[in-house]
C-alpha cells in the first residue's frame, strides 16, 4: 500500500494523532531504517529512547523468537516463570545503592510511573506529590497529573489527581538555579502541604521530554537529604535517562546517590512493552498480594527480551561507549553552534545529547518554529531528530548506542545540510 494511501486510511479510522514524519518504516538494523521504497533513514532518535541497542538487535530477536516458540502468555500473577524472576533479579543487582531491592514489571512507562506512586503511598499512608515543572512521567490520569506540562496533556482532561504539588525544575541555560528550586519547596512546605502528608517526590535525573536538562548531581543529593529528612519516598523516573543512555546504568548513579524507588521503561527490552518498578525491599513489600499486577504485566516474550538487552550492555561495553559518543556529539554539535547563530547551548550527560535552538543568542527567545522546521528538514536528508523542551525549541539526540562513528557523523553532516537548509543565514564567523 503506498504511504498516501495508508494516510488516507489512517485518518478515517483512527483517532488523530499529532504532527509526524510522512514516512512508513519497513526496517530497520542498528542505526538505520528503510521505508518501503528502500530510502534509507539514520536514527538519532530510537523511537523516543527505546532502541538504545539498536533496531533488531539480532540477540533481541533471537531470544524473543525462541520464548515465542515455547509460551508467549502465562500471566504471572496467576503463573509464575523464570525468565521474569530471572530479569528481576538482574535488574534488583543493577539499581543503585546497597540497600536489598526488589521488582514488578509492568508494561508501559506510565503504568510503572503510577504503581510506583501506589507503592509510595501504601508504604507511608500519606497521599502529597512533589513532582517538577516540565517534568514528564505519562498520559494515565495520575501520571498526566503529575507530568509538569498543562498543554497537551492536562487541559481538558480533568479532574486531576488531587495533592500533587509542582515546583521548579533546575535549568541553567534559563537562569532557574538549584537554590532557587529547593527554596520553592521549603516554600511549598510553608504554604500548601506539610512534609508529613507528602508521600513522594518524583523527578527525572535529566528531563525528557522537558528539553534534557540535567539535573546537577548537588542537587540530586540535596532532594536524597530533604526526603530523607521528612520521610519522603524519592522516586526517580529513569525510563527516558535510563538502560545505558548516561553512560552509566541510570543517570542518577552520576549524583551517586539511591533512589527509594526507581521507574524504567523504553530501552528495557529493546522495543518490546516492558516497564519495571525496582525499589528498596521494605518499601516494594508494602502493599499487600494482588494489589499491584496485570494481565500483560511483565509478558515472557519481554522478559526475554529484556534478559538479552542487558547481555548486550554488557558485552557490547555499552556504557563506556555512551561516553564516547556523547563526547563526540558535543565536539561536532559545539562547531555546529559556531556556524548556525540559532544553536544557543549544547549539552549533554553521556549520549543523551540536546542543542537548544533560540532567536537573536537569547536563552529567552526560544525558536520552536525552526526547531519543528529542522525536524522536518532533517528528514528530508535522511536523519531522524525529534524536539523537546517545555518551550518547544530542543533537538534531542538519541542515536542507539550502537552506532559506528561512520554512521553518526554521517548523520551529523545531514544535521549541517538540513541546518544549512533551515537557517536564515550562517553567522559572520564562518560565512
Ligand atoms: C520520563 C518518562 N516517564 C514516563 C513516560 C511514559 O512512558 P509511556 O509512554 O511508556 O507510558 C515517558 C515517556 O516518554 C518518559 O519519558
Not at 496467576?78 to 534488583?92: G, I, M, Q
Not at 531491592?101 to 506512586?117: D, P, Q, R
Not at 542537587?219 to 519522603?232: N, P, Q, T, V
Not at 525558536?367 to 523537546?388: K, Y
Amino acid at each position: 500500500m503506498s504511504l498516501s494511501a495508508l494516510q488516507e486510511i489512517e485518518r478515517a479510522r483512527v483517532i488523530h494523532s499529532y504532527a509526524r514524519f510522512p514516512v512508513e518504516f519497513v526496517r530497520g538494523e542498528g542505526a538505520r531504517l528503510w521505508d518501503a521504497d528502500g530510502a534509507e533513514y539514520l536514527d538519532f532518535l530510537c523511537g523516543i529512547s527505546v532502541t538504545n541497542i539498536g533496531h533488531c538487535h539480532p540477540r533481541v530477536v533471537a531470544a524473543v523468537q525462541q520464548q515465542l516458540q515455547q509460551v508467549s502468555h502465562a500471566c504471572f500473577q496467576v503463573t509464575p516463570y523464570e525468565s521474569y524472576v530471572a530479569l528481576a533479579e538482574r535488574l534488583n543487582a543493577i539499581a543503585p545503592g546497597p540497600t536489598p531491592k526488589k521488582s514488578i514489571l509492568f508494561s508501559t512507562g506510565a503504568e510503572a510511573v503510577e504503581n510506583a506512586l501506589k507503592i509510595a503511598r501504601y508504604h507511608t499512608r500519606r497521599s502529597a506529590v512533589v513532582a517538577f515543572s516540565g517534568g514528564f512521567h505519562g498520559r494515565t490520569l495520575a501520571t498526566m497529573t503529575l507530568t509538569g506540562k498543562v498543554q497537551p496533556y492536562k487541559a481538558g482532561f480533568g479532574p486531576l489527581l488531587p495533592e500533587v504539588f509542582h515546583v521548579p525544575y533546575p535549568m541553567a541555560y534559563h537562569g532557574v538555579t538549584p537554590q532557587h528550586c529547593l527554596a520553592a519547596i521549603e516554600q511549598l512546605f510553608k504554604a500548601d502541604v506539610e512534609p508529613a502528608r507528602v508521600a513522594a517526590l518524583i523527578i527525572e535525573p535529566v528531563l525528557g521530554e522537558g528539553g534534557f536538562y540535567i539535573a546537577p548531581p548537588e542537587f540530586l543529593r540535596s532532594l536524597r537529604a530533604l526526603c530523607d529528612r521528612h520521610g519522603i519516598v524519592m522516586i526517580a523516573d529513569e525510563i527516558q535517562s535510563g538502560f545505558a543512555r548516561t553512560g552509566r546504568m541510570f543517570a542518577l548513579e552520576h549524583a551517586g546517590i539511591e533512589p527509594d524507588l526507581m521507574t524504567l521503561a523504553k530501552s528495557i527490552a529493546g522495543g518490546l512493552p516492558l516497564s519495571a518498578v525496582v525499589g528498596k525491599a521494605e518499601i516494594m513489600d508494602a502493599p499487600p498480594p494482588g494489589g499491584l499486577g496485570g494481565t500483560y504485566a511483565g509478558s515472557p516474550l519481554a522478559c526475554a527480551a529484556g534478559l538479552a538487552v542487558l547481555d548486550v550492555i554488557a558485552e557490547e561495553r555499552l556504557l563506556e561507549r555512551a561516553q564516547q559518543l556523547g563526547a563526540r556529539l558535543i565536539t561536532r554539535l559545539k562547531a555546529l553552534q559556531a556556524k548556525y547563530s540559532a544553536i544557543g547551548e549544547v549539552r549533554a550527560l553521556g549520549a543523551m545529547v540536546a542543542m537548544e535552538l533560540v532567536k537573536n543568542g537569547s536563552a529567552e527567545q526560544p525558536d520552536a518554529d525552526l526547531t519543528r522546521a529542522l525536524v522536518q528538514a532533517a528528514a528530508r536528508h535522511g536523519l531522524i531528530i525529534l524536539s523537546c523542551g517545555v518551550y518547544g525549541n530542543v533537538i534531542r539526540f538519541l542515536a542507539p548506542l550502537t552506532i559506528s562513528d561512520a554512521l553518526l557523523g554521517e548523520g551529523l553532516d545531514r544535521l549541517d545540510a538540513a541546518l544549512a537548509e533551515v537557517s536564515e543565514a550562517p553567522t559572520a564567523a564562518t560565512a
